[in-house]
């Protein structure tokens, strides 16, 4: 058997492998370290049948330094995947009758079959791993296949995709949608609507082949699925941040965070305006004199749960700004006529969902505390000016300053800034009811210094 087609071959369905030893083109798979003495090794197997001319030999990681259950299991349940593939290859292979075995012996066929995989995340309490199995068996060109396990070694059992999601929450629908617009720009000529369509519309079938990296749940398409074979396997990221409004709370990471490092059912004013893609305005609506109150997200049970409830409340027709839902929860800001605004969770079906304006006023002077925006219109129709200034105070005369200036043009409700270079300043901006919302980077100023918040068009 050629290993250097092998290889080859399992590099086209796997996104990386360990390393490679160049001199001899095997591959070789370093130890992971998941803490406390526990570690992450690679186990081999090897078959060899000279009489039916077929090889087989698979890579597999095996957990180590510990006989938790959970690791018990994992390594039971990894060793029956990788004998349960090897076993339907080694059937094929002595099925054949014997003027099958001597076309094969004629012409110098020697078959194969053979499994690597590469460890996508590693930690403590979840692995999730991907396998690519490359077999040959006389035709044109070697067959692929992925294969994935993501197994949480705190609760000693692998898990399925549903299992990341709340019931009931349409999951499927958004991966399918999303996998099929991202598919439709990388598979071009080689692919068509309906191949798509049917490879990666919303049936569990179509998404087998999926793990976790560290910010993302990433999703393999094998050949022929959504696309012709020269256009190899297709593969589909999807952040976490898209996912937030389905995902279950986990106490194990990387689900506990979305791509900004926090949980997923984090709901807070700080955070507030960097937590959304399409913010929207939202009224209470209850039974008059109704108090709707506040669900706190300090708890891993929060905000679906009775002792997550918190003594702030909102009242009919109160207005809130709504940045992003998670189950049949709605994280919203409230400001009231006095004091100081309040975030948290609000019931979904206690709110009235505004009918988005399509022409804002931009504008004007913005102002949130003391950061000020300055929007102005330019020569070119359509395109403003923008300038700010906002400060960070520290103890007795230590100010920090920061500054905007940019130009800009909106599209739909939003405006996004600046140069994506990693230390440029970024500003994101978006126009809902009367506020204008900014998030930046933290790259517009001194240290500590921050543009984010939610403005209002000052009267002055």
């Known amino acids: 058997m050629k290993q250097q087609t092998i290889f080859f071959a399992i590099a086209a369905i ?6 490679m030893n160049a001199q001899e083109d095997t591959l070789e798979y370093k130890d992971i370290d998941l803490g406390s003495g526990v570690k992450l090794v690679n186990k081999n197997v090897v078959e060899k049948n000279t009489e039916r001319l077929f ?3 698979a890579d597999y990681p095996q957990v180590v330094g510990t006989n938790s259950p959970g690791a018990v299991k994992f390594n039971k349940t990894v060793q029956d995947l990788i004998g ?70 705190k609760n000693g059992k692998p898990l399925e995709l549903s299992d990341l999601f709340l019931p009931g929450s349409n999951f499927l629908k958004f991966i399918s949608d999303f996998s099929i617009s991202t598919l439709k720009k990388q598979t071009k ?34 050949q022929y699925q959504v696309a012709a074979y020269v256009a190899g396997p297709q593969y589909v990221s999807i952040p976490f941040e898209k996912l937030r409004p389905f995902l279950r709370v986990f106490n194990i990471a990387p689900l506990q965070y979305a791509n900004t490092g926090n949980p997923v059912n984090w709901c807070r004013n700080g955070l507030f305006p960097k937590d959304g893609e399409n913010f929207r305005i939202a009224k209470v609506k209850a039974a008059t004199n109704e108090k709707v109150f506040f669900y706190s997200d300090d708890r891993s049970e929060c905000p679906g749960s009775s002792n997550c ?101 909106p599209e739909n409700n939003k405006m996004n800034l600046g140069e994506p270079g990693e ?38």
């Open 423 to 460: 230390f440029d300043c970024r500003v994101k901006m978006q126009r809902v009811g009367k506020f204008l919302i900014v998030s930046d980077n933290l790259n517009c100023g001194g240290a500590n210094v921050s543009f984010t918040g939610i403005f209002e068009q000052s009267k002055n």
């Open 189 to 222: 000529d080689f692919s068509d609507d309906e191949w798509i369509a049917g490879g990666a519309g919303p049936k569990i079938e179509n998404f087998k082949s999926w793990y976790l990296t560290k910010d993302a749940l990433e999703i393999t398409f094998d």
């Open 14 to 19: 796997l996104l990386a492998f360990s390393t």
């Open 309 to 409: 409830k918190t003594r702030s409340y909102i009242v009919p027709n109160d207005e809130v700004i709504v940045s992003q839902t998670y189950g049949n929860y709605a994280c919203s800001w409230y400001q009231p006529r006095k004091g100081s605004e309040t975030v948290g969770w609000i019931e979904l079906d206690k709110l009235s969902f505004q009918t988005a304006a399509q022409n804002f006023s931009w504008i004007g002077t913005w102002r949130d505390g003391e950061n000020e925006i300055k929007i102005a219109p330019m020569k070119i129709a359509g395109k403003f000016k923008i300038t700010g200034n906002a400060f960070w105070r520290g103890t007795g005369d230590n100010i920090h300053i920061g500054e905007i200036d940019f130009a800009g043009s």
């Open 55 to 57: 090889e087989i030999s």
């Open 84 to 153: 349960e593939r090897n076993q339907e290859f080694r059937e094929w292979m002595m099925s054949l009758d014997a003027e099958e075995l001597k076309f094969h012996k004629e012409r110098g066929i020697e078959s194969y079959s053979e499994i690597g995989y590469s460890v996508q995340f590693a930690g403590k309490d979840l692995v999730s791993i991907s396998f690519g199995k490359s077999y040959y068996t006389g035709g044109a060109h070697p067959n692929l296949d992925s294969f994935t396990i993501t197994f949480d070694l």
